[in-house]
């Protein structure tokens, strides 16, 4: 994707701005989802059938990996991941395009 000398491809700047987006909704979303989990995992401890009990934020991640390992942390990240990536590439794609129409305007 190197730039051109003169090239002033509008689409070529909104294709790129959504490929990366969704390239940095994918990589936001494979590692922030173990912060979420654990965020859930102490929001429903003391809930009707749940039965673990953490003294904070790291009690809950020791035990958490002590008894399931580090793939109890990535449980439903893919459907996240599959909701993230679109979401964040036409955020960065539809910025493009409104920048570029409203250049002049502001």
Request: charged content about 20%.
């Amino acid at each position: 994707f190197p730039r051109k000398e003169g090239d002033g491809s509008n689409s070529n700047a909104v294709l790129r701005k959504v490929m990366f987006g969704g390239a940095g909704g994918i990589s936001a979303g494979i590692l922030t989802y173990p912060n979420d989990t654990i965020r859930r995992l102490l929001q429903l401890q003391g809930s009707k059938g749940t039965t673990e009990h953490f003294a904070g934020y790291w009690d809950c991640v020791r035990k958490t990996y002590a008894k399931f390992g580090v793939e109890r942390f990535y449980r439903g990240a893919l459907i996240n991941i599959f909701r993230m990536a679109p979401n964040t590439a036409i955020q960065f794609g539809s910025y493009e395009l409104l920048k570029q129409y409203t250049e002049g305007y502001f």
